[in-house]
């Protein structure tokens, strides 16, 4: 890892634990100079958007981390796409509730922390649609779908509704594996998986 | 009403005529398809009415706060009501489907101000629709369409009501998503489009 590379973690996770303890509303590139051993000048020439950067990109990234999580966490894709998706669900809501740092921004600093989500929510999208373009490719071969499935539509149908899920489960009971079950099989994926 | 909306007359002279109130309303949903909520002012909408502000405070005593949560509640019931008049005239789940979602999102995506708001100031909407705030609208949107899509739920299911709930849903999740973040395979003003997302996903989704 370069040095360059090094600092710039340092720097994302001295933000993290600066929100972590602090709030959203608190954070000051200062403060997180000094959390990572650095200066405020080394930290705007390696972020030039200041705070703006730093919290975007800590989001970035505790996404990415995120999403990894959700996909280990979950049965394989070979297992069966209805199954696979499921399992993505159960374990994102999981998480989400587990994330004790997200969980207090959205409960206490929504309107903070909303519209930097919005911004890494097309990433969010555009990852999840990808991986379930894959999964949903996998269950096509293995002759788990209908013949006339459009797989593009498919993906983008089914990553929107799961991201809506899993952020406001509303009156589903996604701790419960046969509820999250019942909710892929029957309302998310009902039009493409064979009976 | 000439009285009324040409001179500065105190508080406590009245109500204002229902078609001056409604001339206000109309009025500031102008002002904020222009510049969004944050940057209209009192002044834009007394002067897009052709009302004096003593008539805009009388008939909206809170001043803007007051005059946007009225013209938000209007926005909302007129969604509502046009959504019905479509639905209504639908016997058929494929029909039903099609005019709903269609008409939803055109609504939402045609609708000047939100289109403003969406643009100007995601701030100040997207945080009043993300995660546990997202609940009391999908059950009051849920608790609308719902009674349209019972009679299409299979007739030996278990829980019919259950049923046509969550599909209920089930579709104001997928009107919300798809007018907030639009996807070029869903698009409202092609009708082929939402008829293939309606065979392919919704309907068999109601019919589970």
Redesign the interface.
Known sequence: MSRRTALDGRVLDATFDEVAEHGLAALTVEAVAVRAGSSRATVYRHFPGGRDELVARTIEREVERFFAAVVAAAPAAQAGLVDHVAGLVVAAHRLLQEHVVLQRLLVEEADAIVPSLATIQPLVASGLTGHLAGALSEADERGELRSDTDIAMAADHAARLVLSYVGSSGRWDLAEPEEARRLVRDRLLAGVVLG | MGAISTTDAPALAGPVAPATDERIRAAALACIARTGITRTTIDDVVREAGVSRATLYRAFPGGKDVLVEAVLGREVHRFFVELSGELARHDDAEGLLTAGVGGALRFLTEHPALGAVLVHE??LL??QV??????PI??AAAAFAAPYLRPHVRADHARPDHAA???A??LV??V???AL?P?E?VDPHDHASIA??V???????LT?
């Open positions: 995601p701030g997207l945080p993300a995660f546990h705030r997202l609940g999908l059950d709930t969550e599909v849903e089930l999740r997928v919300l998503t798809c973040e996807t395979r293939r997302l065979r392919q996903h919704l309907l068999p989704a589970a």
